[in-house]
């Protein structure tokens, strides 16, 4: 069964700062991995995808990284500012057989003081 | 362009009673996915739908839920009778055919559940 584990569980930085949140899971045979962000009272939004065969993504200040055969990922935040406060959630889907579903690590409670 | 929609936003409920919760996906996603999100678990995922037919719902806890995708713009998970236990938030998903493996979830605000 696919574990997936965020460390750590909770992160305070001050503004500026550049950080990275980090994920890990059990089984390497995955389709893709996907970082979320969800805050409070809110769902979850799509950050950053990035496929088995594809080893980061870049979109803005963010940046993942995926090291399929380590079992793990890493979300780069540049220059963190307040607004990036929230919860970060990774999640990878698998490739076994006819499943599509996404297991979620714990997340890693993020905030950025001013 | 209009998100995972989902209603009620909150539900206070005693235990018991019929839950009814309703999803309407983002028009033209062939996947469909329920989830609930507690402190203890995380997020589960529940059931998942492709071209409103169930796929796989070895997620949902027990025979008092069940879902439902009558057609491509909704669906319902339904609890019945409602327990404590059951009180978490419920999530609603959508994406696109999934064959080639780059199509994110879309999430909806979800439904905030609690049963007294």
């Known amino acids: 069964k696919q574990e997936v584990t965020q460390i750590p569980a909770a992160l305070s930085v001050p503004e500026g700062e550049n950080l990275v949140l980090n994920c890990s899971f059990t089984?390497?045979?995955?389709?893709?991995l996907q970082w979320f962000r969800q805050d409070p009272g809110k769902g979850l939004t799509s950050l950053l995808l990035?496929?088995?065969?594809?080893r980061e993504q870049t979109s803005g200040r963010l940046n993942a990284s995926l090291d399929k055969s380590s079992g793990r990922s890493t979300l780069y935040i540049a220059a963190s500012q307040p607004g990036d406060s929230a919860t970060y959630l990774c999640a990878v889907l698998l490739s076994s057989g006819s499943a599509r579903q996404l297991t979620f690590g714990s997340g890693t409670q993020l905030t950025v003081l001013p | 362009d209009a998100g995972v929609i989902q209603s009620p936003r909150h539900e206070v409920t005693e235990m018991g009673q019929e839950v009814t919760l309703r999803c309407k996906p983002i028009?033209?996603?062939?996947?469909l996915f329920w989830y609930r999100q507690t402190m203890m678990r995380g997020l589960e995922l529940l059931i998942y739908f492709n071209n409103n037919v169930p796929i796989d719902d070895s997620g949902m806890p027990e025979d008092r839920f069940s879902a439902k995708m009558p057609n491509a713009s909704f669906s319902t998970l339904k609890i019945q009778p409602s327990e404590p236990r059951d009180s978490a938030v419920y999530f609603c998903?959508?994406?696109?055919?999934?064959?080639?493996?780059?199509?994110?979830?879309?999430f909806g605000d979800g439904t905030r559940l609690s049963i007294l």
């Open positions: 089984d390497s045979a995955i389709y893709n």
């Open positions: 998903a959508s994406s696109l055919k999934q064959g080639d493996s780059n199509q994110p979830q879309h």
């Open positions: 990035i496929q088995s065969s594809q």
């Open positions: 028009s033209g996603h062939d996947y």
